[in-house]
């Protein structure tokens, strides 16, 4: 598949499990940040975002927090599906909206 | 339908040649941007445009020349293309300081 050759962090979970992806950020000054889906051969796909005076919240089976102290940010993703199977990008907004992204995570979903 | 469509999907070209790249969008959107992706996944902002105003260039080779004719359209030139150019470019939309919708991007291979 695509993540051949890609030394990217994998995360492989069992189909129902839950799974927690995590990203650290380099600007303590960033006060918006986001979590990106890139499915194979599309472009990334926004899935929640969060300003920095909330350290939670929820979507449709996605959960974001923040930890602004650790500078650290994870997305929980309920009851697995394969069709979360993707690399997961957070995303920092520095200034002027300029997004600064992380490495990538590559979920697989077993069934 | 398409939010973010961007021509052509594959491009193949020698190296030198120039080359261009075009977006449109129909969300409305007054902010556009660019990105490339290289073959690690690694996502890296290059341009946005504001209302047609160039707000971020990010370090890019003056090989790499931009154009918005309108606020629906930015468009990338490259000139003397060269192997290292080879990667995945990304046209993005966004409201100003909001989500970025990515269109589904353009594999460039310089041979």
């Known amino acids: 598949g695509e993540s051949v050759g890609l030394h990217l962090p994998t995360l492989s979970v069992q189909e129902g499990d839950n799974s927690i992806i995590n990203c650290a950020y380099s600007n303590s000054a960033s006060d918006y940040f986001i979590w990106y889906k890139q499915e194979s051969g599309k472009g990334p796909q926004f899935i929640i975002d969060?300003?920095?005076?909330?350290d939670k919240r929820q979507g449709q089976r996605v959960t974001v927090l923040l930890n602004k102290t650790v500078k650290h940010l994870s997305l929980q993703i309920a009851a697995t599906q394969p069709g979360d199977s993707a690399v997961y990008f957070c995303?920092?907004?520095?200034?002027?909206?300029?997004?600064?992204f992380g490495a990538g995570t590559i979920l697989r979903v077993k069934s | 339908d398409t939010a973010v469509s961007q021509t052509p999907k594959y491009l193949v070209t020698q190296m030198g040649n120039d080359k261009s790249i075009k977006c449109e969008q129909n969300?409305?959107?007054?902010?556009m941007y660019w990105y490339k992706q290289d073959s690690k996944k690694f996502l890296k902002i290059m341009f946005s445009y504001n209302n047609k105003e160039l707000i971020i260039n990010e370090t890019v080779p003056n090989r790499f020349s931009p154009k918005s004719p309108d606020k629906a359209h930015l468009n990338l030139h490259i000139n003397s293309l060269e192997l290292g150019d080879s990667a995945v470019y990304f046209c993005?939309?966004?409201?100003?300081?909001?989500?970025?919708?990515f269109g589904p991007g353009t594999r460039l291979t310089v041979l």
């Open positions: 969300l409305g959107h007054d902010t």
């Open positions: 993005a939309s966004s409201p100003w300081t909001s989500e970025q919708f």
């Open positions: 995303a920092e907004e520095e200034y002027g909206n300029k997004l600064v």
């Open positions: 969060i300003r920095s005076n909330m």
